[in-house]
């Protein structure tokens, strides 16, 4: 029995006597004179009179053997009339739903709607949502033709507003519960380091005219503003991090709620989590304390910035003031430590010193000193009341004010006093923390990390678009915040696992197309192929990339 290999088999057409036949061919190597030699296999007859249904049955036989995905479309026929129905975007959200399912996200909000009998894919809303916000931020209302027309999402091919509205008030009733399994999902499957969470707070606003009596009661309240927008309500959003980035767990209050609640409400919820010791890195605005009582309840501790020129004496002034040699980390600062007090009063304050941003400081002051002298010299060239006019405003200056002194009468000078001391200040920056056993340069190290939960605050406003909130009831807008952190979630994965950022990553994938064609016989899903670039991402998220065919439907259509 002779043997033939299946790829150099073909079709091919010979010319006998002004007639054109078909052949079924294949090319072998004659072994003894090793040149290559075509062996017909079978004649499939005239051209002009073959039997086409025959080879439709040939082709339909050799398909049995491959993946349904491969050969419908090759049973399809050339000849068949071909549409092109339209495309939609793939890449991002076959990526972020691969990594949605490998955090377990997916099996924890299943197991949750187990003991619900809704007849919509909830599951399926809810990643939808969050896909919005990490690829094109909008309304829930504009998702209706968001999910219709421009995005494919697997297992959803359209949704109501309606719809997602009962999604969310799902996610906020079972918010603890799926943002432990997500916790316990992402530490178990990433071996995290949970000993240090970092926590930070920003402020968004609702752009509307004003509160009424009854919604400045509520959730949307005026409060101190980080986006200097006070006179607008707002709410307070905080996140608790990992130190590789990773939010972890999103928290909403009221506009006008103290650093004091937020700090007792964190620290209740993740001892809740039973972390085992958690020592929370915080800046200088969290610093009181209260807030380090509480900080440290439970045998935890905290690494927390310190104000160094608040104009009062207190412990961290005294320690930045305090002599010592600096000693250089491998991170190019330099830092000393520093005891104050004993027994319960004792305090343990880290001096870190940037030799970089001492020049740089010293300079700014430099040009601040002589900008307020050339203005002294002006106003002692007036007087009467354009003199005192001249003279209060300088003063009260939020920038050269400061480097200005009064005398008992009247008279305006240069503090060198201050001067001098502020000097002492450039570059450095003051930690306080209640770890004993952390060696200095692991302290600083972790308060340096806070950049990362400073950029996921800017992210949260800049790159998810949390505003504006187009909900007014507070579950809604709390629930619209469980939906940015989820966003945030899944972009700081796709980074850490790629290396590079959201932004490279997305325009990479929004190539990879979804394209949707229509034949007399069928519809046709089919994804664009990957480049390099696109297989490099799938690869670093061990993910698997979708296939050349999502779907050959052979439903028959109207008229065809």
């Known amino acids: 029995m002779m043997l033939y290999t299946v790829h150099t088999m073909y079709l091919r057409t010979v010319t006998a006597s002004g007639v054109k036949y078909v052949q079924l061919a294949h090319n072998y190597r004659d072994p003894k004179t090793k040149v290559s030699k075509v062996r017909v296999l079978q004649s499939l007859g005239r051209a002009d009179s073959l039997d086409v249904e025959a080879l439709k049955r040939l082709v339909a036989n050799i398909c049995r053997f491959l993946e349904p995905y491969e050969g419908k479309p090759l049973q399809l026929g050339a000849d068949s009339p071909f549409e092109f129905i339209g495309s939609r975007e793939l890449g991002v959200s076959w990526l972020l739903d691969a990594v949605w399912s490998r955090l377990g996200i997916r099996t924890a909000l299943e197991s949750l709607l187990a003991k619900r009998e809704y007849a919509t894919a909830v599951e399926r809303l809810i990643f939808a949502m969050t896909l919005n916000r990490a690829m094109a931020p909008s309304s829930k209302l504009a998702m209706e033709g968001w999910i219709a ?151 935890d501790g905290y690494i927390i910035g310190e104000k160094m020129r608040a104009g009062r004496e207190g412990e961290p002034v005294e320690a930045a003031r305090r002599p010592g040699a600096y000693k250089r980390l491998d991170c190019g600062l330099e830092a000393k430590e520093v005891v104050v007090g004993q027994g319960a009063g004792r305090r343990r304050f880290i001096v870190v010193r940037n030799p970089e941003e001492v020049e740089r400081d010293h300079e700014k002051r430099a040009d601040i000193i002589r900008e307020a002298q050339r203005r002294l010299e002006e106003l002692s060239q007036l007087a009467g009341e354009p003199h005192t006019k001249a003279a209060c405003a300088l003063r009260a200056h939020p920038v050269f004010g400061r480097y200005i002194k009064q005398s008992r009468r009247g008279a305006l000078s240069l503090d060198r006093t201050k001067i001098m001391r502020e000097a002492r200040l450039d570059g450095k920056y003051l930690i306080s923390t209640s770890e004993d056993s952390l060696p200095v340069e692991d302290v600083v190290t972790a308060y340096k990390n806070l950049w990362r939960i400073e950029r996921l605050n800017r992210d949260l406003k800049h790159l998810v678009d949390i505003r504006p909130v187009y909900h007014r009831l507070e579950d809604r807008i709390r629930s619209h915040v469980l939906l940015c952190w989820l966003a945030l979630l899944l972009i700081r994965m796709v980074e850490n696992g790629t290396g590079r950022t959201w932004r490279q990553v997305r325009s990479a994938l929004s190539k990879l197309k979804l394209g949707i064609y229509r034949t007399e016989s069928a519809d046709v899903r089919q994804s664009t192929p990957l480049n390099e670039e696109q297989r490099k991402v799938f690869a670093d998220l061990r993910a698997e990339p979708p296939p050349r065919y999502l779907s050959v439907s052979t439903a028959k259509h109207p008229g065809a």
């Open 149 to 299: 027309d421009e995005v494919c999402v697997k297992g959803l091919s359209s949704v109501e507003v309606h719809q997602l509205y009962r999604a969310m008030d799902f996610l906020l009733e079972s918010a603890d519960e799926i943002q432990s399994k997500v916790f316990s999902s992402v530490a178990n499957l990433f071996n995290l380091e949970v000993d240090v969470i970092f926590f930070d707070t920003t402020t968004t606003f609702f752009e509307v005219e004003g509160l009424s009596r009854g919604e400045e009661e509520e959730f949307r309240r005026r409060g101190y503003s980080k986006d200097g927008r006070s006179d607008l309500g707002q709410i307070v959003i905080g996140f608790a991090m990992t130190r590789a980035g990773i939010p972890v767990r999103a928290w909403s209050w009221a506009g006008d709620t103290s650093d004091q609640a937020v700090v007792e409400e964190v620290k209740r919820d993740l001892n809740d989590w039973k972390l085992g010791r958690v020592v929370m890195v915080m800046d200088a605005g969290f610093n009181s304390s209260e807030n380090r009582r509480v900080l440290q309840g439970a045998a």
